[in-house]
């Protein structure tokens, strides 16, 4: 319910922000209404202090030593050669079969470092078939409802909850009308937003991005929580059966949606809140990496890192702070569920950023060239600290991890990389078969819709495919070979 005009200026002038209405009386009507209606949306006092709360903690941590020791023996597994493997992929296909697997999905991005004003999960990354990020996972959550269903002999359901954002909700909803949901059933793709929040000048004062508008900016990949409560997944959950909810980034094109075999491991082990993870490519990639922090789990920055601790080995020879964080985590049901109950603790964390804003001094529009403002936002790491059964499974990078961050050309975390990287995992997936490409330089793409992670291609045993081509089912096969 929107509050009058009185009630709000009010309430703002209480918190210090009474300057957001110095326009107001030269908005039209409809201005002014869309005006009171977002400021209507914002606890003015709560906010304010939020964000005067970060930027201290955050001067104060920048002071500060961070206490960061390496994961202590026994939280992590490594896949490779683990002869679990089988048992942790027949309790995820259970949980599966029993419907109590739902996906998330954080895709709240758009694609402006790629030359696109779509959402990044529209994107074409160039494979043959033309297939966007979207539906490539798509793919994976259709395929994997029929292997389960095909042991089960009964419809199998893996419900997806789309995250987007202000910029990217409509077009993303769009985007899966005209596609048909991809053959899922829209009854089991829900879309919700995560919030924003304002932003703020050095001093704490809400920015105006136009004279009837706060600045306002996503409240980060850990905004994730709130929305989940505020929005209705948690009860959609609960009312579903879900137990288990595998949590992911939409730019990665080798995502495992709903894997098996990593809801398992986390099954087996009771855990409220896992994580996978692959080995650092070399001490100095500048990625996060799972650690201890001031003794509890959490994701140490790159920057966090010093040269000493990226070149520190174990006895085993492997990189004491060597865990890549790929943003791919597991949570159940109950752990999300009580994130309120520790949500205080969540701290917001600041980021110093270029803002266009309205000078209230003379109505005139600023664009800077620098630093001037801060935008607040949490990180969906921020709750590992918080988990009592927290768990770490390393996957291999190549199977398993290919982000899209930068522009076609780039050379790394780009459109090419990823689409290399769907195509060479497709040639692993013929070889693993017993399969032959007749030469170098042919280029097989697999849809997911054929096989999830290799299985359902026993028909290229032996066989040498001769050309260049898309398989989408196994009538394609026998053309090809």
Same mark, same amino acid.
């Given at each position: 319910?929107?509050?009058?005009?009185?009630?709000?200026?009010?309430?703002?002038?209480?918190?210090?922000?009474?300057?957001?209405?110095?326009?107001?009386?030269?908005?039209?009507?409809?201005?002014?209404?869309?005006?009171?209606?977002?400021?209507?949306?914002?606890?003015?006092?709560?906010?304010?202090?939020?964000?005067?709360?970060?930027?201290?903690?955050?001067?104060?941590?920048?002071?500060?030593?961070?206490?960061?020791?390496?994961?202590?023996?026994?939280?992590?597994?490594?896949?490779?050669?683990?002869?679990?493997?089988?048992?942790?992929?027949?309790?995820?296909?259970?949980?599966?079969?029993?419907?109590?697997?739902?996906?998330?999905?954080?895709?709240?991005?758009?694609?402006?470092?790629?030359?696109?004003?779509?959402?990044?999960?529209?994107?074409?990354?160039?494979?043959?078939?033309?297939?966007?990020?979207?539906?490539?996972?798509?793919?994976?959550?259709?395929?994997?409802?029929?292997?389960?269903?095909?042991?089960?002999?009964?419809?199998?359901?893996?419900?997806?909850?789309?995250?987007?954002?202000?910029?990217?909700?409509?077009?993303?909803?769009?985007?899966?009308?005209?596609?048909?949901?991809?053959?899922?059933?829209?009854?089991?793709?829900?879309?919700?937003?995560?919030?924003?929040?304002?932003?703020?000048?050095?001093?704490?004062?809400?920015?105006?991005?136009?004279?009837?508008?706060?600045?306002?900016?996503?409240?980060?990949?850990?905004?994730?929580?709130?929305?989940?409560?505020?929005?209705?997944?948690?009860?959609?959950?609960?009312?579903?059966?879900?137990?288990?909810?595998?949590?992911?980034?939409?730019?990665?094109?080798?995502?495992?949606?709903?894997?098996?075999?990593?809801?398992?491991?986390?099954?087996?082990?009771?855990?409220?809140?896992?994580?996978?993870?692959?080995?650092?490519?070399?001490?100095?990639?500048?990625?996060?990496?799972? +650690?201890?922090?001031?003794?509890?789990?959490?994701?140490?920055?790159?920057?966090?890192?010093?040269?000493?601790?990226?070149?520190?080995?174990?006895?085993?020879?492997?990189?004491?702070?060597?865990?890549?964080?790929?943003?791919?985590?597991?949570?159940?049901?109950?752990?999300?569920?009580?994130?309120?109950?520790?949500?205080?603790?969540?701290?917001?964390?600041?980021?110093?950023?270029?803002?266009?804003?309205?000078?209230?001094?003379?109505?005139?529009?600023?664009?800077?060239?620098?630093?001037?403002?801060?935008?607040?936002?949490?990180?969906?790491?921020?709750?590992?600290?918080?988990?009592?059964?927290? +768990?770490?499974?390393?996957?291999?990078?190549?199977?398993?991890?290919?982000?899209?961050?930068?522009?076609?050309?780039?050379?790394?975390?780009?459109?090419?990389?990823?689409?290399?990287?769907?195509?060479?995992?497709?040639?692993?997936?013929?070889?693993?078969?017993?399969?032959?490409?007749?030469?170098?330089?042919?280029?097989?793409?697999?849809?997911?819709?054929?096989?999830?992670?290799?299985?359902?291609?026993?028909?290229?045993?032996?066989?040498?495919?001769?050309?260049?081509?898309?398989?989408?089912?196994?009538?394609?096969?026998?053309?090809?070979?």
């Amino acid at each position: 319910m929107t509050l009058s005009y009185s009630e709000l200026r009010e309430n703002y002038e209480k918190a210090g922000q009474g300057h957001v209405f110095q326009f107001f009386h030269e908005l039209t009507l409809e201005a002014q209404n869309d005006l009171l209606d977002q400021l209507s949306q914002i606890d003015a006092q709560v906010i304010s202090r939020t964000g005067k709360q970060a930027m201290d903690n955050h001067h104060l941590l920048e002071k500060a030593d961070c206490d960061v020791e390496p994961l202590p023996s026994g939280v992590m597994e490594d896949i490779n050669n683990n002869s679990s493997t089988d048992t942790w992929y027949k309790m995820g296909m259970d949980l599966i079969k029993n419907n109590q697997v739902a996906v998330i999905l954080m895709a709240g991005g758009q694609g402006t470092r790629l030359g696109s004003a779509d959402p990044k999960g529209c994107y074409d990354i160039g494979l043959p078939s033309k297939k966007s990020l979207f539906q490539l996972q798509a793919e994976r959550i259709y395929r994997l409802q029929k292997l389960a269903a095909a042991q089960e002999q009964k419809d199998v359901v893996i419900p997806w909850y789309i995250m987007t954002s202000g910029p990217t909700d409509k077009p993303t909803r769009d985007y899966f009308i005209k596609h048909n949901f991809f053959g899922l059933n829209p009854e089991n793709v829900m879309f919700f937003q995560q919030g924003v929040m304002p932003c703020f000048t050095n001093e704490g004062k809400f920015m105006l991005q136009e004279k009837g508008k706060l600045a306002v900016a996503p409240d980060g990949n850990g905004g994730l929580y709130n929305a989940l409560h505020n929005e209705g997944v948690i009860k959609s959950l609960k009312e579903r059966g879900i137990l288990y909810s595998h949590c992911y980034c939409v730019d990665n094109c080798l995502a495992r949606v709903a894997d098996p075999v990593f809801i398992g491991y986390c099954a087996s082990r009771n855990t409220d809140c896992g994580i996978k993870v692959v080995p650092k490519s070399h001490p100095e990639e500048p990625v996060g990496v799972v +650690a201890m922090k001031n003794k509890k789990y959490g994701v140490v920055e790159y920057s966090e890192i010093s040269n000493e601790m990226a070149h520190r080995r174990l006895a085993d020879n492997n990189l004491a702070f060597g865990a890549a964080n790929i943003v791919n985590h597991l949570f159940s049901t109950s752990f999300l569920e009580d994130i309120p109950t520790f949500a205080d603790k969540l701290e917001y964390h600041v980021a110093n950023k270029k803002i266009p804003y309205i000078d209230v001094s003379t109505g005139e529009l600023v664009k800077p060239t620098k630093p001037n403002g801060v935008k607040l936002e949490r990180f969906v790491f921020d709750v590992f600290g918080h988990a009592k059964n927290f +768990a770490i499974l390393q996957v291999n990078r190549h199977e398993e991890f290919s982000p899209l961050k930068n522009g076609p050309g780039a050379g790394v975390d780009c459109p090419e990389t990823s689409r290399d990287d769907i195509l060479k995992q497709a040639a692993r997936f013929v070889k693993s078969a017993g399969g032959y490409l007749k030469e170098e330089g042919i280029e097989v793409e697999i849809s997911p819709l054929l096989s999830y992670s290799g299985e359902n291609l026993e028909s290229l045993a032996s066989q040498t495919i001769r050309e260049s081509c898309i398989l989408n089912n196994t009538e394609d096969i026998a053309l090809v070979i």
